[in-house]
């Protein structure tokens, strides 16, 4: 509707800014099925999470506290944890901000993603979260969802860097 009121010589550039806000919001969506970049296995966490966070259409606090290269199961499985929690905020929460943190504890890769969405996530509905929940405990990791209803949704995830067991606690 936006598009049919504005002025012809607004039109252009609205149109673009759909049409990256869609872009961004599939590739995503893409990355949380599975598919991750290039840039992941050439450079590593850093680069192709801030790549992520400049794609995403809502502002990303990004901080990376790890310069190294990890374990490959490990980058990829991080990887997927923000880019769905990305995808979730974005389209489900109407978040209006995301936080993420990224940091090495001894052997464990440390994440946490907070957005001051709708709230109300959990591991039963939709297969989003319920793949994460598989990937993460399939490296031996443990995570950790609170999202009660109306105060946003904050998720941390604990992958360490050889093998262990795991679990999923809810709160």
């Known amino acids: 509707m936006a598009q049919a009121e504005v002025p012809p010589e607004l039109g252009a550039q609205l149109d673009h800014a759909v049409a990256e806000a869609t872009g961004a919001l599939e590739e995503l969506s893409e990355a949380a099925r599975g598919i991750h970049p290039a840039l992941l296995a050439e450079s590593g966490l850093a680069p192709a999470l801030k790549t992520l966070a400049r794609r995403s259409p809502i502002p990303v ?87 009660p209803p109306g105060a946003g949704t904050r998720l941390r995830v604990e992958l360490p860097l050889g093998a262990s067991s795991g679990g999923v606690i809810t709160s």
């Not at 489900?92 to 993420?100: E, G, I, K, Q, Y």
């Open 61 to 147: 606090d990004l901080h990376v506290q790890v310069n190294e290269r990890l374990p490959e199961p490990v980058e990829v499985s991080a990887y997927h944890v923000i880019a769905e929690a990305l995808t979730n905020a974005a389209k489900h929460a109407r978040a209006s901000t995301v936080s993420v943190q990224i940091e090495l504890a001894g052997d464990v890769l440390l994440l946490a993603v907070r957005d001051d969405g709708a709230g109300g996530a959990d591991f039963t509905r939709g297969t989003g979260l319920a793949g994460l929940k598989d990937r993460v405990e399939a490296l031996g990791g443990r995570i950790f969802l609170d999202s």
